[in-house]
Nanobody, 127 residues
C-alpha cells in the first residue's frame, strides 16, 4: 500500500498562493489515480481535485476551477496542488489520497474509493 506525506501548507493572506506537495512511497506510483480533498472545521471532507494515473486527465470542483491546478510527477512520485487566488473559505486541512487503478486515464472524485490517505496539511487563509 502506498504511503503519502503532504507538505506545503501554511498561513497566507486572501489572494495569495500556496503549492501543496504529496510525496508517495513505493515503485508503482504510476498505477495510482490521485486526489486532493479538504476538510474545514465542522464540515465534511470534500473533493478538491483529481488526476489520472498517467497525468493526462484532471478534474477540479467548480469552486476552485481556474484557481487550483493539480499535477503530478511520476518520476518523483509526487502530486501537487497549485492554489492561486486563495479565499478565506479555502481554510481547511488538505489531504492527499491514492487509489490503484487499471484504467490509467481514470479520474476518481469519490472519497470512499480511495484506499490510502495522508495525514493532511493545514491551510489557513486570512481575510
Amino acid at each position: 500500500q502506498v504511503q503519502l506525506v503532504e507538505s506545503g501548507g501554511g498561513l497566507v493572506q486572501a489572494g495569495g498562493s500556496l503549492r501543496l506537495s504529496c510525496a508517495a512511497s513505493g515503485r508503482t506510483f504510476g498505477s495510482y489515480a490521485m486526489g486532493w480533498f479538504r476538510q474545514a472545521p465542522g464540515m465534511e471532507r470534500e473533493f478538491v481535485a483529481g488526476i489520472s494515473a498517467n497525468g493526462i486527465r484532471t478534474r477540479q470542483v467548480d469552486s476552485v476551477k481556474d484557481r487550483f491546478t493539480i499535477s503530478r510527477d511520476n518520476v518523483k512520485n509526487t502530486v501537487y496542488l497549485q492554489m492561486n487566488s486563495l479565499k478565506p473559505e479555502g481554510t481547511a486541512v488538505y489531504y492527499c489520497a491514492a487509489v490503484a487503478v487499471t484504467l490509467r486515464f481514470r479520474v476518481v472524485g469519490t472519497s470512499d474509493v480511495y484506499g490510502a490517505w495522508g495525514r493532511g496539511t493545514q491551510v489557513t487563509v486570512s481575510s
